[in-house]
T-cell receptor, first 114, second 111 residues
Framework: GAGVSQTPSNKVTEKGKYVELRCDPISGHTALYWYRQSLGQGPEFLIYFQGTGAADDSGLPNDRFFAVRPEGSVSTLKIQRTERGDSAVYLC????????????FGSGTRLTVV | KNQVEQSPQSLIILEGKNCTLQCNYTVSPFSNLRWYKQDTGRGPVSLTIMTFSENTKSNGRYTATLDADTKQSSLHITASQLSDSASYICVCRSNDYKLSFGAGTTVTVRA
């Protein structure tokens, strides 16, 4: 596609539930990143994929968070047993190559845990 | 401690006026510095990107400066327009793929 697409744009879930957030990167971009942005803050790194593999998942806050990119294109961020503190905007970005370059961000998924 | 600090946190300016946003960073090693504009409910969009060897870079009414010695950058907005109302985020990249984001400066342009 022309840009990075994230779905859903908004998600409200109850505490303790499981959610999946989807990211469709720009076609051909091998690198994909997930960031989390809390209100009034800059985005914080969660995980980086190069192709199908998670090259760096050091930003994932705990084991309730998991992300996959099985075919090296679409990625899914999965959050188990959601907590109110997980409420944030989850941003996805993609770039053409291994060493970054032109990052393009999606519009994000606003997750609200009630 | 955040490696990218921005000031002011927010500012209000009248349409047509100029403003300057500041960014101090401690990211090391340093590869490049980017300024992003983020409209409410949207993802960040790149305005400028500068490596350590570049002192200034312009994109229309946006001009960014970089002093790699003092590790400071500024973003100057000339002749502001209502559409400039947004959050402006300073982002540093180290010599790998990671980006370090500042908290942003929220700019409000009023008619």
């Amino acid at each position: 596609g022309a840009g990075v697409s994230q779905t859903p744009s908004n998600k409200v879930t109850e505490k303790g539930k499981y959610v999946e957030l989807r990211c469709d990167p720009i076609s051909g971009h091998t690198a994909l990143y997930w960031y989390r942005q809390s209100l009034g803050q800059g985005p914080e790194f969660l995980i980086y994929f190069q192709g199908t593999g998670a090259a760096d998942d050091s930003g994932l806050p705990n084991d309730r968070f998991f992300a996959v990119r099985p075919e090296g294109s679409v990625s899914t961020l999965k959050i188990q047993r959601t907590e109110r503190g997980d409420s944030a905007v989850y941003l996805c970005a993609s770039s053409p190559g291994e060493r970054g370059g032109g990052y393009t961000f999606g519009s994000g998924t606003r997750l609200t845990v009630v | 401690k955040n490696q990218v600090e921005q000031s002011p946190q927010s500012l209000i300016i009248l349409e047509g006026k100029n403003c300057t946003l500041q960014c101090n960073y401690t990211v090391s090693p340093f590869s490049n510095l980017r300024w992003y504009k983020q409209d409410t409910g949207r993802g960040p969009v790149s305005l400028t990107i500068m490596t350590f060897s570049e002192n200034t870079k312009s994109n229309g009414r946006y001009t960014a400066t970089l002093d790699a010695d003092t590790k400071q950058s500024s973003l100057h907005i000339t002749a502001s327009q209502l559409s400039d109302s947004a959050s402006y985020i300073c982002v540093c990249r180290s010599n790998d793929y990671k980006l370090s984001f500042g908290a942003g400066t929220t700019v409000t342009v009023r008619a």
